[in-house]
C-alpha cells in the first residue's frame, strides 16, 4: 500500500485523479483505519490530507465559516466564535466516538464516509452547510445533503475531494441543536439524529427553519415539512407537535439491529421536537 | 509446638486480612510492562490465524488448501484431518470439534482451517485460498424453536437418557431438582401467577481477546504461554488432543485481562500447538474482538416458565420453573446450575424445577460468571416482586419472610449451615437508599441472589528465602487479585509484614493439579492452602529454633513473626523472628518450605440483595440508571478493595445484560453485532458509582472465615434491574435486553 502525503490541495487531487487503483482520502482516518483492520478495507493508496495547511485551518468567510477537511471536531469544540454561532454543529461533530477520537476525526470525513447515521451532517444540513468540491476540473460548491447518495457513496467524481465546510452567517436571532438518540450514553451510533436550525424575528416568531433526520433513510434527509411547521409559529407547543408529527411522517426508517421501524419513527418525532426547543433557546427565544 | 492445625473457622483478631494493601501488579499494568497473552514473542515464530464458516450450519465436503499452501510464506495449514479423533472423552472431543469444525460447521465463525505464516498479511492472504466446499443446511438458533419437533437436528444420538422419547435430538438432557407437592402447595396460596420470561445470550466482553504462543518440539517436549483462567486445565486439555502426556507440555499462563468464566476452556491453544508441530517453529496465534464475540463462549440464552404461589401475607406456598437454556452447538448448557439456584434463596415446602439442555447454531457456550444462575434469578425473583406488589407487601419483608437460614433444606438438596441472606437483607432494609425519595418516572427494584461457590484441587508451596522474605507459589491466573490476597493471608498467617511476601502464579511444571481460577474459588480454597502452607513453614521453623535453642520442638511457639520459648521447660532464649531464623537454615538443615495439597469442600455459599433505582424516558423507552447499591456476605473481605470491585463488576455485567447486551442473529443465523458497537457493554457515563456493603458472616469452612465472593454479584442485577424498570415504567417487562425499543413497545402497550 502506497502512502502519500501531500502538503498542497493541487497534488492532492493530482494523486487522486492518477491514480488507477483503490486511492482512499484520510483525514482523521477514524473510519479508514477501521475498515482497514477489520479487513473491510484494503486499498492501493492512501492520501493522506493532514499535511496541508490550509485544511487545518478554521477560516471567517462571507460572515460564516470556512472549516478545513482536516480540522479535528476538538479543535472545532475550542473555538470559542465557531461554537457561539453554530453550538448545534460543533456539539453533534463532538459526539462522534470517544475523546481520543475528538483529536482525530473530522467533519469533512464524516460527511464523505457517508453513513446515513453520521452524526454532524444532520447538523450541517440543518444549517445549510455547503461543501466545497475541488477536482480535476476546478472548484465547486455543493449543498452537504448532495455529497452522499447512499450508506458509503457519494456523488465526488474521481480525482475529486472535499476540501473545506463552509457554514454560513449566522444572523442576529439564529439558533441550531442537533440530538440523537443512542442506547449508551457515549462511544455509540446514532439510531436516530435529528438537527434543526432555525432564525427568529424581533417579536419571537420563527421566519426560517431547516430540519434534517439522520439514521432514519439512506442518507440524512432534509424535512421541509417540519420546517414549514415551525416558520411563522412562535416555535409553540402547537407548532412543536406539528414539526414532531412531520417528521414522524417522514422518517423511512428500516428494522436492523440498532433499532425497528415503529421505534424510529416515534423518536425521530421526539428528538426534533426536543431539538427544537434548544435551537429556539439559543436563538433567543421565550422558553 | 503449640499451633491450632484447624482448618475451620477460628475468631481471631486480623492485622493484615481486611486492610486495602497495595496491589502488587499494579506498578506493571498501568504502565503498559505487564505481559498478557499477545505480549510473548519467540525467535523464528510463525503467526497463525483461523478460517472460520461464514454459515450458520452447513456440511463441509471438502477443504481444498493446496493453494494456500503454495503461498511464499505460509508454513503450514491445519484442518481437522491433523488432528488424531478422540473416541474415548465426549467432553474433550467436544472442544476439539469447536477448536477445529469436523464433518459439519455448527455455527457462524466455526474454525474450519487454520494458516501458520510468516506474518499477519500472508496468513490473512492465504485465508483467501482455501476453498471449503459446504452443503447448507437448515438452522436454528432461538431455544424455544429449536424444541420443536420439526426443528433443524444438530447432532443424532446425543440424547441422554434423562430426556422423555418423542423430543427433538437436540435437547440432550433432563435437569430435575426440589421437594414437597406443587400443587397442593398452589391450592394453599391466595394468587398463583404463571410467566415466562425470556433472556439473550451474553457475551462475557473481558477486554482481552485470546492469544497463545506455542513450541511443539521433535522430542515430544512442548510448551505454550497463554492467557486463561487455568493453565492446568489448558495442559491436561491439549495433551488429551494432542495425544502428549501432561508432564511433557508446560503451560505458563500470562497476565489475563479479565475471563469471567469465558477462559475456563481453550479455542486457540490446540490448533497452535498442531501447527507449531506440524512446521516445528513457535506459532503465535491471537483473536480479533470479531472472532471473540463470533466464536468463543457467550453465555446461554434462556427461556423460562415460572408458577408461584403466595398468600395474601407474603408466604411463598409453592414455586415451580422449568428452565429451557441452549448452550450452543454442544451439550452442556448451564441449565443444571439455574434449576439448582433458581430458588436457592427461599425456604419452601414445595419446590420443584425442570431444566432442559438444548443445542442450537451458536458457539458453544463457556461458563460466565456464576453460570445459569442469574437468567433463573432473574425469572424467579420477577414472580416474586411482582407478586409481592400484588399484595401491596414490602418487597424485602417478602423475602426476609421467606428467606433460608441456617437448618433450611435448600430446593436442591443441602441443608444449609450459617448463610448471609437475611444479613444482606436487613442490611438493605436498613439503608438510606430504601427510604430516598423517588421522583416521576422513576423506580426502584430489588432482587436476592445465590451462588454455590466451589473449592477443587489446588497446590501452594510457601518457601523462605535466606534473606527471610516469603515467596508464594500458586497455580491460579490471578483475576481478582488472588496474589495480593495469598500474599496477606501467608503474611497475617507467619506474622510478618504483608510487603515481605511475594506471591507468583507458577507454570504447570512448578506444582501438582490446580483447577482454574473459577467458581469463586480461589480466595477460598488457594487461601486455605495458602494458609496451611505457612503453617507448615512455622512448623518448620519452630522445630529450627528449638535446635538452635537445645530444647524440645512442642516447647515452641510463633508468636508475631518469631519463634518464642514456650512453658516452664523451655529456659530464657530471646526469640528468633523468620529472618533470624531464615540465615542459619542452611546449618540447620537446609532451605525452609511449607506446602499444602488439598480439595477443600467447605466453599460455603454466598447470597447477595442488590437495590437499584432506574428512570425511564417516556417518551424513547431510555432507562437511566440512577443508584445502585449491593449488599452481600463475603464471609471474610481479605482485601476490601478487591472485594468491593467483585461486587460492582458483577453488578455492572448484570447491568449490561438487563439493558443493551445481546447476541443478535439474523435470519441467516449469522451473529450481526460482533463488535463492541453493536454488543453494548455500558460504558462508564451511563453508570452511577456502585455503593457495596460487605457484611461478614464467618464461612465455617475456612480458617478465616472466607467465602467466595466474585460470582454471586451477577446473579441478583438481572431482576434488580428489571423489577426497577417495571415500576418505573408502570409496566411489567419479562424479556431481556430492556432496550429503548422494548421498553418503548411496553410504554406503548400500557
Redesign the interface.
Known amino acids: 500500500m502506497q502512502y502519500l502525503a501531500p502538503t498542497t490541495v493541487e497534488e492532492a487531487v493530482s494523486a487522486l485523479a492518477s491514480h488507477s487503483g483503490d486511492c482512499r482520502i484520510l483525514a482523521g482516518g477514524t473510519d479508514l483505519l477501521v475498515r482497514m483492520r477489520s479487513d473491510m478495507a484494503d486499498p492501493d493508496a492512501v492520501v493522506d490530507l493532514k499535511r496541508i495547511d490550509a485544511m487545518k485551518q478554521i477560516t471567517p468567510e462571507d460572515g460564516g465559516w470556512r472549516i478545513g477537511a482536516a480540522v479535528s471536531g476538538a479543535e472545532m469544540g475550542e473555538h470559542a466564535d465557531l461554537v457561539a454561532d453554530w453550538p448545534g454543529v460543533v456539539e453533534a461533530t463532538n459526539l462522534i466516538g470517544s475523546t481520543q477520537i475528538q483529536g482525530r476525526c473530522t467533519m469533512a470525513g464524516n460527511l464523505c464516509n457517508a453513513s446515513p447515521a453520521a452524526d454532524s451532517v444532520p447538523a450541517m444540513v440543518a444549517a445549510g452547510a455547503v461543501a466545497r468540491v475541488v477536482g480535476p476540473d476546478g472548484t465547486r460548491v455543493v449543498p452537504v445533503e448532495e455529497i452522499p447518495t447512499a450508506p458509503g457513496r457519494t456523488s465526488l467524481e474521481k480525482g475529486e475531494l472535499v476540501d473545506a465546510i463552509i457554514l454560513p452567517e449566522r444572523g442576529a436571532r439564529g439558533g441550531d441543536a442537533y440530538l440523537r438518540f443512542i442506547p449508551r450514553t457515549e462511544m455509540d451510533i446514532a439510531v436516530v439524529g435529528c438537527g434543526v436550525s432555525l432564525t427568529l424575528d424581533d417579536d419571537g416568531t420563527c421566519t426560517a427553519a431547516r430540519v434534517a433526520l439522520g439514521a432514519v433513510a439512506p442518507t440524512v434527509i432534509v424535512v421541509p415539512e417540519a420546517a414549514d411547521a415551525l416558520i411563522g409559529t412562535k416555535v409553540d407547543d402547537a407548532a412543536l407537535d406539528a414539526l414532531s408529527a412531520a417528521c414522524s411522517a417522514a422518517a423511512k426508517p428500516i428494522d436492523d439491529k440498532r433499532g425497528t421501524v415503529d421505534f424510529r419513527v416515534h423518536v425521530a418525532g421526539v428528538l426534533a421536537k426536543r431539538a427544537a426547543v434548544i435551537a429556539k433557546k439559543r436563538a433567543g427565544g421565550a422558553a | 509446638m503449640a499451633l491450632d492445625d484447624k482448618q475451620q473457622y477460628q475468631t481471631r483478631e486480623f492485622k493484615v486480612v481486611g486492610t486495602r494493601v497495595k496491589r502488587p501488579d499494579g506498578v506493571d499494568k498501568v504502565t503498559g510492562k505487564a505481559r498478557f497473552g499477545a505480549d510473548m514473542s519467540a525467535p523464528g515464530m510463525l503467526i497463525a490465524r483461523v478460517l472460520r464458516s461464514p454459515h450458520a450450519h452447513a456440511r463441509i465436503n471438502s477443504i481444498d488448501t493446496s493453494a494456500a499452501e503454495a503461498l511464499p510464506g505460509v508454513h503450514a495449514v491445519v484442518t481437522r484431518a491433523d488432528f488424531n479423533e478422540i473416541t474415548d472423552d465426549d467432553f474433550t472431543a467436544d472442544i476439539l470439534d469447536n477448536c477445529m469444525a469436523g464433518d459439519k460447521a455448527l455455527y457462524d465463525g466455526h474454525a474450519v482451517a487454520a494458516v501458520a505464516a510468516n506474518s499477519p498479511a500472508v496468513a490473512?492472504a492465504a485465508l483467501k485460498l482455501i476453498k471449503v466446499d459446504y452443503d447448507l443446511l437448515p438452522h436454528v438458533t432461538d431455544v424455544d424453536a429449536a424444541m420443536a419437533k420439526d426443528a433443524p437436528v444438530l447432532h443424532e444420538g446425543r440424547t441422554n437418557e434423562s430426556v422423555p422419547d418423542g423430543m427433538s435430538p437436540n435437547v440432550l438432557a433432563r435437569y430435575e431438582f426440589g421437594h414437597g407437592d406443587i400443587e397442593a402447595g398452589l391450592a394453599k396460596a391466595d394468587r398463583v401467577i404463571e410467566r415466562t420470561y425470556k433472556t439473550e445470550a451474553t457475551h462475557q466482553g473481558y477486554i482481552e481477546p485470546h492469544a497463545c504462543l506455542a513450541s511443539m518440539g521433535p522430542d515430544g517436549q512442548a510448551d505454550l504461554w497463554c492467557c486463561t483462567q487455568g493453565h492446568y486445565m489448558v495442559r491436561n486439555t491439549c495433551a488429551t488432543i494432542m495425544g502428549l502426556e501432561q508432564g511433557q507440555l508446560r503451560v505458563t499462563a500470562s497476565e489475563i485481562g479479565g475471563g469471567f468464566g469465558g477462559k475456563t476452556t481453550v479455542f486457540l491453544e490446540p490448533v497452535a500447538l498442531a501447527l507449531s508441530k506440524k512446521t516445528g517453529r513457535p506459532v503465535k496465534m491471537v483473536m480479533?474482538r470479531?472472532e471473540v464475540l463470533r466464536a468463543t463462549g457467550p453465555t446461554a440464552s434462556s427461556s423460562i416458565d415460572v408458577r408461584i404461589g403466595m398468600t395474601k401475607d407474603g408466604r411463598i406456598t409453592a414455586a415451580f420453573a422449568e428452565l429451557r437454556y441452549q448452550g450452543g452447538a454442544y451439550p452442556g448448557s448451564p441449565v443444571e446450575f439455574g434449576s439448582m439456584s433458581a430458588f436457592a434463596p427461599y425456604d419452601l415446602e414445595n419446590v420443584k424445577t425442570v431444566g432442559w439442555d438444548v443445542v442450537t447454531n451458536r458457539p458453544k457456550q463457556a461458563a460466565y460468571r456464576a453460570p445459569g444462575a442469574p437468567m433463573a434469578a432473574y425469572a424467579v425473583e420477577s414472580a416474586i416482586d411482582e407478586l409481592a406488589k400484588g399484595f401491596d407487601l414490602d418487597p424485602l419483608a417478602v423475602r426476609l419472610k421467606n428467606a433460608a437460614r441456617e437448618g433450611t433444606k435448600a430446593s436442591y438438596g443441602p441443608t444449609f449451615p450459617a448463610i448471609g441472606l437475611e444479613a444482606t437483607l436487613r442490611a438493605a432494609k436498613d439503608h438510606p437508599h430504601w427510604t430516598a425519595p423517588l421522583g416521576e418516572n422513576q423506580g426502584r427494584g430489588v432482587a436476592c441472589g445465590f451462588w454455590f461457590n466451589f473449592g477443587g484441587d489446588t497446590c501452594v508451596t510457601l518457601n523462605i528465602t535466606p534473606d527471610g522474605t516469603v515467596t508464594v507459589s500458586e497455580g491460579n491466573p490471578d483475576i481478582g487479585g488472588s496474589r495480593a490476597s495469598m500474599s496477606m493471608m501467608a503474611a497475617e498467617e507467619l506474622g510478618i509484614p504483608y510487603e515481605q511476601v511475594r506471591t507468583i502464579v507458577a507454570d504447570t511444571g512448578s506444582l501438582g493439579q490446580n483447577e482454574v481460577t473459577d467458581g469463586s474459588r480461589v480466595t477460598f480454597a488457594v487461601g486455605l492452602a495458602t494458609i496451611e502452607a505457612a503453617r507448615a513453614a512455622k512448623r518448620e521453623m519452630c522445630k529450627r529454633a528449638a535446635m538452635v535453642w537445645g530444647i524440645e520442638e512442642d516447647a515452641v511457639k510463633w508468636e508475631d513473626g518469631a519463634a518464642h520459648p514456650a512453658g516452664e521447660n523451655a529456659g530464657k532464649h530471646p526469640p528468633m523472628t523468620l529472618k533470624d531464623i531464615a540465615a542459619v537454615a542452611s546449618n540447620t538443615g537446609g532451605p525452609i518450605a511449607g506446602h499444602h495439597e488439598a480439595n477443600p469442600e467447605g466453599a460455603g455459599v454466598s447470597f447477595a440483595t442488590h437495590m437499584v433505582d432506574t428512570e425511564v424516558d417516556p417518551?424513547?423507552?431510555?432507562v437511566k440508571i440512577l443508584r445502585y447499591t449491593v449488599f452481600q456476605d463475603a464471609g471474610k473481605a481479605v482485601h476490601p478493595d478487591y472485594v468491593e470491585g467483585q461486587f460492582q463488576g458483577g453488578a455492572v455485567q448484570g447491568i449490561g445484560w438487563a439493558?443493551?447486551e445481546e447476541y443478535?442473529y439474523g435470519d441467516d443465523g449469522v451473529l450481526?453485532?460482533a463488535?463492541f458497537?453493536?454488543y453494548?457493554i455500558?460504558?462508564a457515563?451511563?453508570l452511577p458509582m456502585i455503593d457495596t456493603v460487605i457484611l461478614e458472616i464467618p464461612n465455617p469452612g475456612h480458617p478465616y472465615g472466607v467465602r467466595g465472593v466474585g460470582e454471586t454479584s451477577i446473579v441478583p442485577p438481572l431482576a434488580a434491574v428489571s423489577n426497577s424498570v417495571s415500576e418505573a415504567a408502570g409496566v411489567r417487562l419479562t424479556q431481556l435486553p430492556m432496550?429503548?425499543?422494548k421498553v418503548?413497545?411496553a410504554l406503548h402497550s400500557k
Not at chain 2, 417518551?619 to 431510555?622: C, N, W
Open positions: 490473512k480479533s470479531s417518551d424513547t423507552g431510555a439493558l443493551n443478535i450481526q453485532n463488535g458497537l453493536d453494548r455500558p460504558v457515563s451511563d432496550s429503548p425499543p418503548l413497545s
